[in-house]
């Protein structure tokens, strides 16, 4: 069955500083990433997605994430947070068959 | 062009009573998916119609109903609430092939309350 593992609850970065959020996944086949971000009584917005061919794939706002097969795993990354970042990120990981698995979800707090 | 919307935006409910949450979508996306949000658990799927007509479960979908009403529209009923059912409730829809545009939008959320 496919899964999606978000190691950390909670992360907080100072404004300016770099961030890099986890995710990882398990899935047989070649899966379809996403990382989506949701604000506070928002619905879900997506940041990036990966389908194939370049491993390092850029989104909004500045985040990039990179797909490492060898590792399940594709992480979040942004080189400088902006107070405005603070939220909640989700990764998530689809099938073939039109289900999406989301992490749990990673609450990121910036310190100005 | 509004989107995914969702109503109500809050409900409160008693334990036992009866609603449907409604979702519409003008982006002619074929699949359409309802998912429930809960602290610490991330989004879970309820039910999903990969295209009109259809209907199929996901993780959750005891204690839930849904029906695709045409290609704009996917509700989800609770028949008897439970207070085991108090959540966000998000609707979504995607273009629904592989290859092209599989990436989903979602709607703003119904905070349902059963007490």
């Known amino acids: 069955a496919q899964s999606v593992t978000q190691p950390d609850i909670h992360i907080t970065v100072s404004e300016g500083a770099s961030l890099e959020l986890r995710c990882n996944y398990s899935?047989?086949?070649?899966?379809?990433l996403f990382w989506y971000v949701q604000s506070p009584g928002q619905g879900l917005q997506l940041l990036l997605k990966?389908?194939?061919?370049?491993?390092l794939v850029q989104g909004i706002k500045g985040f990039e994430a990179e797909f490492k097969r060898s590792q399940s795993s594709f992480n979040l990354r942004k080189p400088s947070v902006h107070w405005s970042d603070a939220a909640e990120y989700f990764c998530?990981?689809?099938?073939?068959?039109?289900?999406?698995?989301f992490g749990t979800g990673t609450s990121l707090t910036v310190i100005p | 062009n509004a989107g995914v919307t969702q109503t109500p935006k809050f409900q409160v409910l008693k334990t036992g009573q009866s609603m449907t949450l409604q979702c519409a979508q003008d982006?002619?996306?074929?699949?359409m998916y309802w998912y429930r949000q809960d602290p610490g658990m991330g989004l879970r799927l309820i039910y999903y119609?990969?295209?009109?007509?259809?209907?199929d479960k996901g993780e959750v979908p005891n204690g839930y109903n849904v029906s695709r009403l045409n290609k704009r529209e996917f509700s989800l009923r609770l028949e008897s609430a439970a207070p085991s059912q108090t959540s966000v409730y998000f609707c979504?829809?995607?273009?629904?092939?592989?290859?092209?545009?599989?990436?989903?939008?979602f709607g703003p959320g119904t905070r349902l309350t059963v007490t």
């Open positions: 899935y047989g086949a070649t899966p379809y």
């Open positions: 119609s990969a295209s009109e007509g259809t209907t």
């Open positions: 990966y389908f194939s061919g370049d491993t």
């Open positions: 998530a990981v689809a099938s073939g068959g039109n289900q999406f698995y």
């Open positions: 979504a829809s995607s273009g629904g092939t592989l290859s092209h545009n599989y990436e989903q939008y």
């Open positions: 982006m002619n996306h074929n699949s």
